[in-house]
Structures are given as C-alpha cells and as structure tokens.
C-alpha cells in the first residue's frame, strides 16, 4: 500500500507547476491583485511607544510577463510572513521585494493599512487618552522602487465666516470699537459652528530612509490642526473647543497649513520627498493639497 503521507508524482515537475505554464493568449498583465486579507506584523514605530503587533489589511499586487500563466498563490503568502521587527515601511518594502522576487516579476505593489492607538496626555487633566491614527505604506519594488506613507487622525475645525457675525454682536451689545473687538477675537473663542472631520499627511520618497517617520507626520498634524482625543474630562473638553475657535480653519486651511509645516520642518533634513498630500475630509466636503 502507497503512503498517504508520500505524494505520488507521474509527471514532470512542469506539468504540475501549472501557474508557470504558458498561457493559450500570450499577453502581459500590468497587474494581478490580492487584496481583502489582513496579516499580524511585529513593528517598531517611536509614534506607537516602541515595539508593536499591527493587524494590517494587506493590498499586494505584482505584473505578470506574457509567458505566464498565473501567479503563484503560496509564495504570496509566504512572502507575508517571516519578517523581523522594524519600521512598518522598511518592512513593507522588504515584503514588496520579495513578492517580486519569488514571483520572478519585473515589479510588485505591497499596501498596508492598520489602525493603532497613540497614547497622549489631556491638556488640562494631563490624563492618558488612547487615540486612534492610522498607518498606511505603499511600497513599490522594481526598477523604480517608490514608497509613500500615511498618517491619518480626527480633527475638529471651527468655521471662520460665523465667527464674524458673532463678533459684530459682541462688539455691539459691549459697545466696542471695531479695534477692541478684534482684540477679542485673538483672545477669547467667539461663537461659531464646528464639525469632526478626518485629516490624513501622505509623504512618498525612492527609498524607506528619505522619509521622515510617522511620529514627524504625526506631530505636524498636531501642530497645524486641532486634533480630538478620545478620553476628554469637561476643561480638557473645553480646551479642546477654545484651540479650535482660537483658530478657526476652512478645510481648505487644514490643508495648506499641514503641507506648508511639514515642508518647513523638512527643509534642513536635505529627504528627498517628491510628493506630499493633505486629504481633509469633512462631512460632504473633501479637499485636498498636493
């Protein structure tokens, strides 16, 4: 009797490797996607305190030459696993190039995407809040390999044309001149309607190394938007108001705020950064600064 643990093997080894066979229509393909899957990685981001596990909801693609038939489906997934712990966009790269390789392709797309916490302190209370951003890579490897990363958070914005009109109604009922009420302005939050919206930086550079990290993008949002957090006791609530209507920002102003920062911050560092994107969102409005 034939050992079931023993495969039997009648053919070549080319018959059985039916993905490398050629196809009956010898046309290239720019792209085969793998996408909704999600993979647990060992990183190392400043941003998340250290070492960290991510679930990350995995997009990887990879071009396939004219004289093959299909991708091979295994060495994908193998290509997810076995990495060491390091920077979440070194790894991605690292995952792309052996996509690419073991593939025996010109070029592969990995994109990652997770949710994580970022542990702050509340400004009045000074308690821990752990507030959710999300991580992105896209990683290409290939003859021109590219990588971008994101960092997205929730942010409150306060509207400035409301704020106008409140003012004449205080400058009115207190008897201010125009000059004191402006005065004011600058000094006390004045009544206006706010809304929750969603910021996200995007930096792309050649290599891992030309970008600036995720706890640089981070800290750009935080300085040029207001950002919420989850754990909010009633001052650190309000404090959270009164930034927002100290400076008050159009979407449109989150946007060219958070790209001017960040290009100043990185002036001096000599990155070679090639694109940089702002996407603000806003209930129905979307905006975005490249």
Known sequence: ???????????ADSFYDVPAQRPDAA????????????IVLDVEEELLGGARQLLCAVEA????????????????????????????VATAMAIAERIRQTQWQDSARLGLRALAPVVTSTPVTMLASPDMVELAVVAVAGPRPWVTQSVGATIITACP?????????????????????????????????????????????PEPADLP???????VLAEHTTLTQELLKRPDEYELVRRAHLRPQFVEDVARDTAAGLARRLADTGADLRRLTVRVLADSIDRCAD
Do not use: W
């Open 1 to 11: 009797m034939l050992d079931s643990s023993v495969q039997r093997q009648v053919y």
């Open 27 to 38: 046309i290239a393909l720019r792209s085969v996607r793998v996408h909704n899957q999600h």
């Open 61 to 88: 693609e990879v071009s396939l030459r004219a004289e093959q038939r299909g991708v091979h489906m295994s060495r994908m997934e193998q290509a997810f696993q076995g990495h060491g712990q390091g920077p979440l």
């Open 161 to 205: 044309c409301m704020q106008g009109y409140a003012l004449t109604d205080l400058v009115d009922e207190l008897g201010l001149t125009a000059d004191e009420g402006l005065r004011v302005l600058s000094r006390v939050p004045v009544a206006t309607h706010s809304q929750k919206g969603r910021v996200t930086l995007t930096v792309g550079a």
């Open 213 to 219: 990290g995720y706890h640089t993008l981070y800290r």
